[in-house]
């Protein structure tokens, strides 16, 4: 079979393909001409409709090795040691799982990503397994977003938090009544990750009030708030980006007594400048008091806790449960009522709600807010 031959009689030869050893025998073909017409640097429509008959392939094995018992490269029953395996057609279990990914994408969505990128090929985007891997990854992280979002819809509010603008419900609370604060305000640094490759991915949801002269000002005015809803000897800490420390900093010392800064050490590098600058792994945490509230004891200020996955992430900035826990070890007592004004995944109050510590939580936004409860409830409720 040459490249001709594939173009003439691309839709035919596709469905001559009836079993996994048909399947494997005519992608290797296929892929033999990707790499002829790749060494040979023929036209992008050439290659396109090659990458387009791979895909497809590709499509058509994932449907069968997902009907067949070979799904996880082994016998799946017992006495079943005699029977094919995926290594016995050239199978790796990757491509497996690879060509199956493929082959859940629906039928709409695998025909407009092969049609954007004939669109697109004059710009030189290629048709390939990775991108079409990409868009279905996309849809998994569709269909779970929607799926979370439903149930969390359905799910009673627990009674400590509070959806709405937390200058508002902070007016609300009871002077001298909060003994710990710990929050993760807005940063003022317009954060969205460009990390992740997946449009659907939660870091790209990005967050409300972080165009900076907002987040400095929300800052400002929910510190004087706490001045005054916070008991006579308390613990405040505010998570904090480096590149905004000075003006937080500025601004929180206005009304508290800034004390030893914390470095919460992620385990891992974010992305940014790869050629000219060291890869950031760290986050701050300025610590700060009102009165001369005791600590439990006494620890050092790095804290070394992994950062969440994205894929268990419900918030582009989440703070893993563990590293709140570090906190709450130092400074919260079981009779005390820890704030967090800006609670956005719920972290904090799941963290307080584990430890049997009273706790109150406000997020804005509503649609986190849900996402928030039902995180929170994972855990807590039996």
Same mark, same amino acid.
């Given at each position: 079979?040459?490249?001709?031959?594939?173009?003439?009689?691309?839709?035919?030869? +596709?469905?001559?393909?009836?079993?996994?050893?048909?399947?494997?025998?005519? /992608?290797?073909?296929?892929?033999?001409?990707?790499?002829?017409?790749?060494?040979?640097?023929?036209?992008?429509?050439?290659?396109?409709?090659?990458?387009?008959?791979?895909?497809?392939?590709?499509?058509? /094995?994932?449907?069968? &090795?997902?009907?067949?018992? $070979? %799904?996880?490269?082994?016998?799946?029953?017992?006495?079943?040691?005699?029977?094919?395996?995926?290594?016995?057609?050239?199978?790796?279990?990757?491509?497996?799982?690879?060509?199956?990914?493929?082959?859940?994408?629906?039928?709409?969505?695998?025909?407009?990503?092969?049609?954007?990128?004939?669109?697109?090929?004059?710009?030189?985007?290629?048709?390939?397994?990775?991108?079409?891997?990409?868009?279905?990854?996309?849809?998994?992280?569709?269909?779970?977003?929607?799926?979370?979002?439903?149930?969390?819809?359905?799910?009673?509010?627990?009674?400590?938090?509070?959806?709405?603008?937390? +200058?508002?419900?902070?007016?609300?609370?009871? !002077?001298?009544?909060?003994?710990?604060? =710990?929050?993760? @305000?807005?940063? #003022?640094?317009?954060?969205?990750?460009?990390?992740?490759?997946?449009?659907?991915?939660?870091?790209?949801?990005? +967050? $409300?009030?972080?165009?900076?002269?907002?987040?400095?000002?929300?800052?400002?005015?929910?510190?004087?708030? &706490?001045?005054?809803?916070?008991?006579?000897?308390?613990?405040?800490?505010?998570?904090?980006?480096?590149?905004?420390?000075?003006?937080?900093?500025?601004? =929180?010392?206005?009304?508290?007594?800034?004390?030893?800064?914390?470095?919460?050490?992620?385990?891992?590098? #974010?992305?940014?400048?790869?050629?000219?600058?060291?890869?950031?792994?760290?986050?701050?945490?300025?610590?700060?008091?009102?009165?001369?509230?005791?600590? %439990?004891?006494?620890?050092?200020?790095?804290?070394?806790? @992994?950062?969440?996955?994205?894929?268990?992430?419900?918030?582009?900035?989440?703070?893993?449960?563990?590293?709140?826990?570090? /906190?709450?070890?130092?400074?919260?007592?079981?009779?005390?009522?820890?704030?967090?004004?800006?609670?956005?995944?719920?972290?904090?109050?799941?963290?307080?709600?584990?430890? #049997?510590?009273?706790? =109150?939580?406000?997020?804005? !936004?509503?649609?986190?807010?849900?996402?928030?409860?039902?995180?929170?409830?994972? #855990?807590?409720?039996?």
């Amino acid at each position: 079979m040459d490249a001709l031959q594939l173009r003439d009689n691309a839709k035919q030869q +596709l469905a001559e393909i009836k079993t996994i050893e048909t399947g494997v025998e005519y /992608l290797n073909k296929v892929k033999a001409i990707e790499t002829w017409a790749k060494a040979e640097k023929k036209d992008a429509e050439l290659q396109n409709i090659i990458a387009e008959q791979k895909l497809r392939t590709q499509r058509i /094995l994932g449907k069968l &090795l997902k009907q067949s018992d $070979l %799904n996880k490269g082994a016998a799946t029953q017992r006495g079943s040691e005699d029977k094919p395996r995926l290594k016995n057609f050239g199978v790796s279990k990757l491509e497996s799982h690879e060509f199956q990914k493929i082959a859940s994408l629906p039928q709409e969505i695998f025909e407009q990503e092969i049609s954007n990128a004939k669109e697109q090929s004059r710009k030189r985007i290629e048709l390939t397994t990775s991108r079409m891997l990409n868009a279905a990854k996309n849809y998994k992280l569709q269909q779970q977003n929607k799926e979370n979002e439903n149930t969390a819809n359905k799910l009673d509010i627990l009674q400590n938090i509070k959806q709405g603008d937390c +200058l508002d419900v902070l007016n609300k609370i009871d !002077d001298n009544s909060i003994d710990v604060v =710990i929050t993760d @305000p807005p940063y #003022g640094i317009n954060y969205k990750s460009n990390r992740s490759e997946l449009s659907n991915s939660i870091t790209k949801r990005g +967050l $409300l009030n972080d165009i900076q002269e907002d987040a400095f000002k929300l800052l400002d005015s929910v510190c004087k708030l &706490l001045l005054d809803k916070t008991s006579d000897n308390a613990h405040l800490y505010f998570f904090c980006s480096w590149s905004v420390f000075v003006e937080f900093k500025t601004i =929180i010392s206005k009304y508290f007594t800034v004390k030893t800064p914390i470095v919460w050490d992620k385990g891992n590098k #974010g992305s940014g400048d790869l050629e000219t600058d060291w890869g950031n792994q760290t986050e701050l945490i300025i610590y700060c008091i009102k009165g001369k509230k005791k600590i %439990n004891y006494r620890k050092g200020n790095v804290l070394n806790v @992994p950062k969440l996955h994205t894929s268990k992430m419900i918030h582009p900035t989440q703070k893993p449960t563990e590293l709140i826990t570090e /906190l709450l070890e130092v400074s919260a007592n079981h009779t005390d009522t820890v704030l967090d004004p800006f609670m956005g995944s719920g972290s904090t109050i799941k963290a307080c709600m584990q430890k #049997g510590i009273n706790s =109150i939580g406000i997020e804005l !936004d509503n649609k986190m807010f849900l996402l928030a409860n039902k995180y929170i409830n994972e #855990g807590i409720r039996t």
